[in-house]
């Protein structure tokens, strides 16, 4: 094991920004109630209401297992990230060696949830004493978009039904704060990437990580960052194990003759080193 304190620091952090230190505990129902019949959303807030009239809460208890919560294979109640072990570990892999290297350039993650990457990255800059550096917190703060017709491998798309992705700004600003880790150097980017990408204040990145699971927010990411990205840079693919993620991504690479070898993560996320 090792004992030195910024690595004890950073292996806390990971257990508990997957909060996987602890046993997952029932969540509210209305959390998970994305439903589109709206009878049975009638109905889960009715009871849910009444519940709530004489102090009680009607809560869902899930039934996925300590392995499923460890490899980020579910969305969880109380995490402050979703993306498991394996893809934290090799974000502080690819922190550590821009730092260890002094690749230039700020970080950015594409579709931050609660926050939670976006955290580790400051924390590993905390850790490290590395004071110059941004994190760039892009997101809607208001879930995924309907998917546009433009891009027919988003078709059919669901994400933009579920509340329970939509988290505000408000609230991952709070989530920082109780790391102690929001100051002037976490800079928030509100808004559709199309909306926001192209004219973010970003001159040169060291670390890009995109987590917007569908093929618009993928590619709008990839052409907005990838030409700022400094090379030893890492671009990081959480949702590669989506058809629609996976496509944006190739035919990305295949436009720009991108041909640095692809490297797995777990069975979700993949990265590559720019040259």
Same mark, same amino acid.
């Given at each position: ?6 690595q ?20 509210p ?8 019949r709206?009878?049975k959303?009638?109905? &889960?807030? *009715?009871?849910? #209401? =009444?519940f709530? @009239?004489?102090? +009680? !809460?009607?809560?869902? %208890?899930?039934?996925?297992s300590e392995?499923?919560?460890r ?7 109380? &995490?402050? *990230?979703?993306? #498991? =072990?394996?893809? @934290?570990?090799? +974000? !502080?892999?690819?922190? %550590?060696?821009v ?9 950015i ?5 609660r ?27 208001a879930?995924l ?8 491998a988003d078709?059919?798309?669901k994400?933009?039904i ?12 709070e ?10 150097k ?5 808004g559709?990437f199309?909306?926001t990408?192209?004219?973010a204040?970003?001159?040169?990145l ?10 618009e ?5 990839l052409?907005?960052?990838?030409p ?17 993620c ?8 295949t ?8 490297k797995e ?11």
């Amino acid at each position: 094991m090792n004992s030195k304190p910024e690595q004890l620091y950073l292996d806390l952090m990971k257990k508990t920004l997957s909060f996987t230190i602890w046993p997952e505990p029932p969540v509210p129902l209305l959390s998970f109630n994305s439903s589109r019949r709206p009878i049975k959303r009638f109905l &889960a807030t *009715t009871i849910s #209401g =009444l519940f709530d @009239l004489v102090g +009680l !809460q009607l809560v869902y %208890e899930p039934n996925y297992s300590e392995q499923q919560r460890r490899d980020g294979h579910v969305w969880p109640g109380y &995490a402050h *990230t979703m993306v #498991g =072990l394996k893809r @934290l570990d090799n +974000l !502080q892999f690819c922190v %550590e060696t821009v730092l260890k290297e002094k690749v230039p350039g700020d970080l950015i993650e594409a579709g931050v949830w609660r926050g939670g990457s976006c955290i580790f990255m400051k924390a590993v800059l905390s850790a490290y004493g590395d004071i110059g550096r941004k994190i760039f917190v892009a997101d809607s703060f208001a879930g995924l978009p309907k998917p546009d017709e433009k891009y027919a491998a988003d078709k059919g798309d669901k994400h933009h039904i579920h509340s329970f992705l939509a988290i505000s700004k408000e609230q991952v600003q709070e989530n920082f704060r109780k790391y102690g880790l929001l100051d002037d150097k976490v800079e928030f980017l509100k808004g559709w990437f199309k909306d926001t990408l192209p004219s973010a204040p970003i001159k040169q990145l060291a670390i890009m990580r995109l987590d917007g699971d569908m093929y618009e927010s993928t590619i709008d990411g990839l052409e907005n960052l990838y030409p700022k990205l400094a090379p030893g840079g890492f671009c990081i693919i959480d949702d590669y194990a989506l058809p629609c993620c996976k496509s944006a991504v190739s035919d990305f690479r295949t436009k720009y003759k991108i041909t640095e070898e692809m490297k797995e993560i777990d069975w979700s996320g993949m990265y590559w080193r720019k040259a």
